[in-house]
């Protein structure tokens, strides 16, 4: 199975600043298949990116994906106060699927 | 826009089965798959399996083969995951969502709001 290391575990940063969350695969994720979740305290996840840099329908243009085979990135260019929760990297290339361990995006 | 309702808490003993139910409406349920996904308190997202409504294949987590169950109804657009000889660490939050491509290769795009299922003697 491939195993996904997010890093840091958590970012402290200030709003308007700009955040990068990194996410590794432990070998080369298929066609890309690499997607981005936020979660909000006590709500289901919401899709953010898919196949590594494509938004998802409504995402706001501050959130960005890059990378590609084990590297990859999310990026959010302006922090807004909405921002500050926790972020999760999934692959769905391969069987099983599987998420990173989350990194927390806090307000410093 | 699909939209996914999930049924309610339960608290079971340990040993005993439970069902949760997940919806689906807004769109074509038999043209996508259903993954489910379990949340243990304080904890990150865990992928438990997937079915497909398109097909009915199914992949299940290695871990939990032999006591997770995924099945789908077409006729009421309803997935159902049945967990057997619950444990305490079997306590969660579980999500359904859909899997975008149906034959399992898809991200999730819509999610269920969550079931908690505790498990306590």
């Known amino acids: 199975e491939i195993v996904l290391t997010q890093s840091p575990g958590t970012l402290s940063l200030s709003p308007g600043e700009r955040a990068t969350l990194s996410c590794r695969a432990s070998q080369s994720v298929s066609k890309n298949y690499l997607a981005w979740y936020q979660q909000k305290p006590g709500q289901a996840p919401r899709l953010l990116i898919y196949?590594?840099?494509n938004r998802a329908t409504g995402i706001p243009d501050r959130f960005s994906g890059s990378g590609s085979g084990t590297e990859f990135s999310l990026t959010i260019s302006r922090l807004e106060p909405e921002d500050f929760v926790v972020y999760y990297c999934?692959?769905?290339?391969?069987?099983?699927?599987?998420f990173g361990q989350g990194t927390k995006v806090e307000s410093k | 826009q699909g939209h996914l309702v999930q049924s309610g808490a339960e608290v079971k003993k340990p040993g005993a089965s439970v069902r949760v139910s997940c919806k689906a409406s807004?769109?074509?349920?038999?043209?996508?798959?259903i993954s489910w996904v379990r949340q243990a308190p304080g904890q990150g997202l865990e992928y438990m399996g997937w079915?497909?409504?398109?097909?009915?294949?199914?992949n299940y987590a290695q871990k939990l083969q032999g006591r997770v169950t995924m099945t789908t109804d077409t006729s009421t657009s309803t997935a159902y995951m049945d967990l057997r000889s619950l444990r305490s660490d079997d306590t969660a939050v579980y999500y359904c969502?859909?899997?975008?491509?149906?034959?399992?290769?898809?991200?999730?795009?819509?999610w269920g709001q969550g079931t908690l299922v505790t498990v306590s003697s």
């Open positions: 999934q692959q769905y290339g391969h069987s099983p699927h599987t």
């Open positions: 969502a859909r899997e975008s491509s149906g034959y399992y290769y898809g991200r999730y795009d819509y």
């Open positions: 196949g590594a840099s």
């Open positions: 807004g769109y074509t349920f038999s043209s996508y798959g």
């Open positions: 079915i497909s409504a398109l097909n009915g294949n199914t």
